[in-house]
């Protein structure tokens, strides 16, 4: 039966934001296998001599008196780079009076020496950051992807080369992170140099964005970026990647989609991008399908091996108008921010889930349009709104720890997802009387930051309204993985016990998910694959909508099957000795697959009465 009031279960898809961060940071996971890369140790450095962002030259010779150096290739914008410059500033100075330097490098092509200043001043980097223009330092490193890291002894060998430390997951997009490192391999291999120790481990596999290097153009290109690229690029990649946007850079010009044009095809050779998981066992069509086309990816990969031509910039098409900040292009009936000024997010720890309540409405509301707006898309992991019904007392600003049982789901934003386009006529509905409360999941980046997120609303007049969007569910909860498991299967059927119109599917596992399945068995027992995602990734929380509203009979049902990989071949698996059961944290597992359906405007107020009269007697038998 449908799920009315706001259960514990249909709580979790709030916890379904937990563990990815912004879009950003899931772009730019390390190779899938550690045979991407190859390593350079022992391998002795050459002097050089580089500018750095105030344009003076600093040397490898200037360091001659330092016991170890250690030499650290950053971007500007990588969001890793971001997150551990700090982290490698606070080293820097622990390490000061101990005959250690440390040299920042950038060798990407796109980022210039004020970014670099920029990058250095926000994140209060003191040791110089010398420009590498033309890639002739990185290639000596053999360096591959920024942050990555070289210990240098006393001769100048190569003695370590890698991470910072192991704090997030390889190989599953930097989203998916551990609450503390618990290897700080950088610290340890120059505490064993400096002890005269070996390095116990002397090479780990880099993480981040691929380095931005200049290459040499062919003479006679299949495709250019103003004739083919650009508009590809303004059709399936700016909705993020522009200013104002979850993505951690604009890709509006040629000079920055040409920086970073290895990067691009790796993550669309990889379809890490444009995120989209549906497989092609699926049956249904989708309004929101993100997929490039074959033809486009071969014009990328041609693109990128011809060395980024930018050809004749008179071709390039004028740029795309958006709306700023958000993906809605239609002015909303009303913002609401979840406080008055910005909110504090603190540098380092982990953030718990915060509470904000601002008041609703004094009459029933049908909103047409719903949009979640991050203020400060570097820190803002997942943000839920929900109507919470009246009585109670008031949440106080900021609180943790709110039970949110009794709230009913109105929108939400988590990397991947987009305003929900519903039908004409097609509502959510914001009872009289309800406050909206804001369910906000902070991510710290290394420095403190704040944010003033908002949700923006647009109404729909109540003589348009024909159906009521609500949220329901299939769910397994009794379920063991076993330590090791590597395709372990856990399955939930939900029937159908009335026509049902379905708009949109949401599956949902946690770090061990491997696949998920929806299949629809009508009356008959006939049934279809209506949704197959072979390869789940938990840093994209992906809601699939229906090209059209789906009537499912009375008297189907949906089966839903996940598949688990527990083992050590799952690179995001905290631990795979571990039996995992139901839980709420990334760690734990979950076993849902979310749908949303539209009924009509009678039965939403019979709903909506039945939810009211369910909480009062619950609040009466409490006291």
């Known amino acids: ?300 990969f041609q693109w990128v091996e011809d060395g980024c031509p930018e050809g004749d910039p008179a071709a390039t098409p004028p740029p795309r108008q958006f709306t700023s900040g958000w993906f809605t292009d239609e002015d909303f009936d009303n913002v609401v921010y979840i406080a008055d000024q910005p909110v504090p997010v603190k540098a380092e720890g982990v953030e718990e889930y915060r509470y904000y309540e601002v008041p609703g409405v004094d009459h029933d509301r049908w909103v047409k349009t719903i949009e979640c707006l991050p203020g400060n898309h570097s820190v803002v992991h997942h943000i839920i709104v929900y109507a919470r019904p009246p009585g109670g007392e008031p949440i106080p600003q900021g609180s943790t720890g709110v039970k949110t049982r009794h709230f009913s789901w109105l929108g939400g934003f988590a990397p991947g997802t987009r305003p929900l386009q519903m039908p004409d006529g097609w509502v959510r509905m914001i009872p009289a009387g309800y406050s909206l409360v804001f369910e906000m999941h902070y991510t710290p980046i290394g420095t403190a930051q704040t944010d003033r997120s908002a949700i923006g609303l647009i109404y729909e007049a109540p003589e348009k309204v024909e159906r009521v969007l609500r949220t329901s569910l299939t769910i397994n909860t009794d379920f063991k993985i076993p330590p090791h498991a590597a395709d372990h299967r856990v399955r939930a059927d939900r029937p159908f016990e009335r026509d049902t119109l379905v708009l949109a599917l949401f599956p949902h596992m946690h770090v061990r998910g491997k696949s998920f399945r929806y299949e629809l068995v009508d009356p008959d027992g006939q049934s279809q694959i209506l949704l197959d995602v072979p390869h789940y990734d938990f840093n994209w929380q992906n809601s699939y909508t229906l090209a059209e509203p789906l009537l499912i009979r009375k008297g189907s049902q949906f089966r839903t099957t996940a598949h688990y990989d527990n083992s050590d071949f799952n690179l995001a698996n905290p631990n795979p000795d571990e039996e995992v059961t139901w839980g709420e944290q990334s760690w734990d597992e979950m076993m849902i697959g979310f749908y949303d359906h539209g009924v009509t405007v009678p039965e939403a107020r019979r709903l909506l009465a039945e939810d009211l009269e369910m909480l009062e007697q619950q609040r009466r038998e409490r006291h």
């Not at 700090?86 to 330097?101: F, H, I, K, T």
């Not at 100048?156 to 890698?162: A, L, V």
């Not at 850079?249 to 890490?272: C, H, K, P, T």
């Open 1 to 300: 039966m449908e799920t009315r009031i706001m259960s514990t279960f249909q709580l979790r898809i709030a916890r379904t934001m937990l563990g990815c961060l912004a879009i950003s940071m899931t772009l730019f996971s390390s190779a899938a296998m550690a045979g991407d890369q190859e390593h350079s140790i022992d391998r002795q450095i050459e002097s050089f001599t580089l500018p750095d962002y105030l344009g003076r030259d600093v040397s490898l010779a200037d360091f001659k008196q330092h016991q170890a150096i250690v030499v650290c290739f950053l971007g500007t914008e990588c969001p890793l780079a971001k997150f551990y410059g700090p982290r490698l500033q606070a080293l820097s100075q622990a390490m000061a009076n101990r005959g250690v330097a440390f040299i920042g490098i950038n060798a990407n092509v796109q980022d210039s020496l004020t970014e670099i200043a920029g990058y250095a001043r926000r994140h209060d980097i003191a040791f110089p950051i010398l420009k590498d223009l033309r890639s002739q330092v990185a290639e000596q490193f053999g360096a591959t992807r920024t942050p990555e890291v070289f210990l240098l002894d006393s001769d100048r060998r190569i003695r370590y080369q890698g991470r910072v430390d192991e704090q997030f997951t390889f190989g599953s997009g930097v989203g998916l992170a551990q609450p503390n490192a618990t290897r700080a391999d950088l610290k340890l291999a120059i505490e064993e140099l400096l002890a005269g120790k070996p390095i116990t481990i002397n090479w780990t596999p880099a993480k981040g964005c691929l380095i931005g290097r200049a290459r040499e153009k062919a003479d006679q290109p299949t495709f250019t970026y103003s004739e083919h690229i650009a508009g590809l690029i303004q059709d399936h990649c700016q909705n993020c990647h522009r200013d104002g946007q979850i993505a951690p850079f604009a890709l509006d010009s040629y000079d920055e989609v040409a920086g970073w044009g290895e990067m691009i095809a790796e993550v669309v050779r990889e379809q890490r991008m444009p995120p989209w998981h549906a497989g092609e066992k699926s049956t249904a069509h989708f309004l929101n399908d993100a997929r490039l086309s074959d033809a486009q990816k071969e014009m990328i």
